[in-house]
């Protein structure tokens, strides 16, 4: 079993940044991929950006150039990931989610709202 913890959310005005963490712990030995999803309200779940512990990252569009996925390099396992966001926009807000799959399982955290309002 893994436990996904995120924090780091809050609100902040257009144009702020906000950076989100995301720890793993439990059998955190044979993760694969770590990411960020959001969800707004009323709307669909969303991928943000993900990372595999080969260091291959993808982005969504809506995010690219202002978002950016990194690990904890200091640490010699994939249990830890970031989330730097920049230039946040209105349309940013959501609740956003760390997710982490291995062993073809998916663990999720409990989510960490972000908000954008000026």
């Known amino acids: 079993q893994v436990q996904v913890v995120e924090s780091g959310g809050g609100s902040v005005q257009p144009g702020g940044s906000l950076r989100l963490s995301c720890t793993t712990t439990?059998?955190?030995?044979?993760?694969?991929?770590m990411g960020w999803h959001r969800q707004a309200q009323g709307k669909e779940r969303e991928v943000v950006a993900v990372m595999t512990s080969s260091g291959i990252i993808e982005y969504a569009d809506s995010v690219k150039g202002r978002f950016t996925i990194s690990r904890d390099n200091a640490k010699n396992i994939f249990n830890t990931v970031y989330l730097q966001m920049d230039n946040l926009k209105p349309e940013d807000t959501a609740v956003y989610y760390c997710?982490?799959?291995?062993?073809?399982?998916?663990?999720w955290g409990q989510g960490t709202q972000v908000t954008v309002s000026s």
């Open positions: 997710q982490a799959s291995g062993s073809l399982l998916n663990y």
């Open positions: 439990g059998n955190i030995f044979n993760l694969s991929v």
